[in-house]
């Protein structure tokens, strides 16, 4: 019973253009938000997050949108670099629920020359 | 800054040993975690804790046991390992203030049962 989903497993993206990376949720108390990045051989580390107050969050060139009616985040690289080759992690939690981070399965995202 | 730091980085256990995996934060996080993950798998949580003398269960807790005597250190225990432990194991933790819940990751621990 996948609370995160992350349906597309890998992503191939040119040099310079838009990666967007989806994220669709089930349960309706998730209340928060965050997108990770991992590169092989590493922890994940944190890229950007949003509040269910907000629909939108940018931070450079990452920006995520979230959808609460469709219960979907996706998130914006713009434009797209190839250091920006790794696995990104969307997860969600729920405040005042019970206090677990959940996270997808991930998609692996290739930034081509 | 350490962040969150964990050891050993690389282990092989064999089938029916125990080992601790140690975790320390000094950034004075509330909330600590445990995640697994498996290959094309996301990450699991197998244990957390909101503050030190609090442990709960995530979704994958079998196997394995977890204790937050400190705010500092929140060690991972596997009892009896089995071939089904073998995996990347991250330790995390947060300042949970409101509904802002970010974690920061350790650098991963590789283990391997054989």
């Known amino acids: 019973d996948q609370q995160v989903k992350q349906n597309s497993p890998s992503l191939s993206v040119q040099e310079g253009r838009i990666s967007i990376l989806n994220c669709d949720y089930t349960?309706?108390?998730?209340?928060?938000f965050l997108w990770y990045k991992k590169y092989p051989a590493e922890g994940p580390t944190f890229l950007i997050s949003?509040?269910?107050?907000?629909d939108k969050n940018e931070d450079g060139r990452f920006t995520v949108f979230l959808n609460k009616s469709a219960k979907h985040l996706s998130l914006h690289i713009v434009p797209s670099q190839p250091g920006d080759s790794a696995v990104y992690f969307c997860?969600?939690?729920?405040?005042?629920?019970?206090?677990?981070?959940?996270f997808g399965k991930g998609t692996r995202l290739h930034i081509l020359p | 800054n350490a962040g969150v730091t964990q050891t050993p980085k690389f282990r092989i256990l064999k089938i029916g040993q125990s080992m601790t995996l140690q975790c320390t934060q000094d950034?004075?996080?509330?909330?600590m975690y445990w995640y697994r993950q498996d290959p094309g798998m996301g990450l699991k949580l197998i244990y957390y804790?909101?503050?030190?003398?609090?442990?709960d269960k995530g979704e994958v807790p079998n196997g394995y046991n977890v204790s937050r005597s400190t705010t500092e250190d929140f060690p991972l225990r596997l009892e009896l390992a089995a071939p089904s432990q073998t995996s990347v194991y991250f330790c995390?933790?947060?300042?949970?203030?409101?509904?802002?819940?970010?974690?920061?990751f350790g650098e991963g621990s590789w283990l391997t049962v054989v």
């Open positions: 997860a969600a939690s729920a405040s005042g629920w019970d206090d677990k981070i959940i």
């Open positions: 950034m004075n996080h509330n909330y």
């Open positions: 349960n309706s108390m998730f209340d928060y």
């Open positions: 949003i509040s269910s107050i907000k």
């Open positions: 804790s909101v503050g030190a003398g609090i442990t």
């Open positions: 995390a933790s947060s300042l949970r203030q409101g509904n802002s819940n970010t974690i920061y």
